[in-house]
């Protein structure tokens, strides 16, 4: 192989190594798209939303229909927590307010902190799907061996579509990010609540 037909090769290798390049970046703008629509099918990480417990309160209760809401709770296998509802499933009328309560322990003998992610399926409910107080995104930082129950308050909007019958909530707990040590948070949590 001469020169030229080197040259012509390492350019040609250099073309397809950009647009390789090219299309790993674009790609990587295109998850975000990509993974709502899957989560849209599939239901996983369906984002519920929130709403004020006053404007709760006062909504329209469907008093002649039932829907199933069912709990999870998982553990990721780096946090050494028990983690479960408290209650399987209940049944509720769509407009209600409703709390359950899930239970959480740590097993080990030192401080660990946890942060639990929601996920709402069918991905359909997620925009009917409103709660009033949850843990979830919040750094939740358990004592040696210390167990608490965790509330959930939540309200099933009466537009959810009729042929949902049945709404599966799951949290999943993981490690919380170490960003600040488990004493400040709780510091900081407590001036929070006193101010509030």
């Known amino acids: 192989m001469d020169v030229s037909d080197r040259n012509h090769a390492n350019r040609r290798t250099v073309k397809r190594l950009g647009i ?7 790609f990587g703008f295109a998850l975000v798209p990509i993974y709502d629509v899957f989560c849209d099918i ?13 404007k709760a309160l006062t909504g329209k209760v469907d008093k002649d229909r039932l829907v199933t809401v069912e709990f999870l709770g998982m553990v990721n296998s780096d946090l050494p927590w028990e983690f479960r509802p408290m209650v399987r499933r209940v049944k509720v009328h769509p407009g209600a307010v409703t709390e359950v309560h899930f239970y959480a322990r740590n097993k080990q003998d030192q ?13 359909l409910a997620a925009k009917y799907f ?30 959810l579509p009729e042929e949902v019958r049945t709404v599966s909530l799951s949290y999943t707990f993981f490690p919380a990010q170490d960003d600040a040590p488990a004493a400040d948070v709780a510091v900081e949590k407590g001036k929070l609540e006193s101010i509030l």
């Open 42 to 54: 599939t239901g996983l990480n369906g984002k519920t939303g929130r709403i004020e417990q006053e």
């Open 20 to 26: 390789a390049a090219l299309l790993m970046f674009g």
């Open 111 to 123: 401080p660990v902190s946890g942060q639990a992610v929601p996920s709402l399926a069918p991905g």
């Open 130 to 159: 409103n709660k009033t107080e949850c843990f979830c995104f919040t750094r939740q930082t358990l004592q040696a061996g210390e167990g608490k129950e965790m509330p959930i308050r939540f309200v099933v909007d009466p537009a």
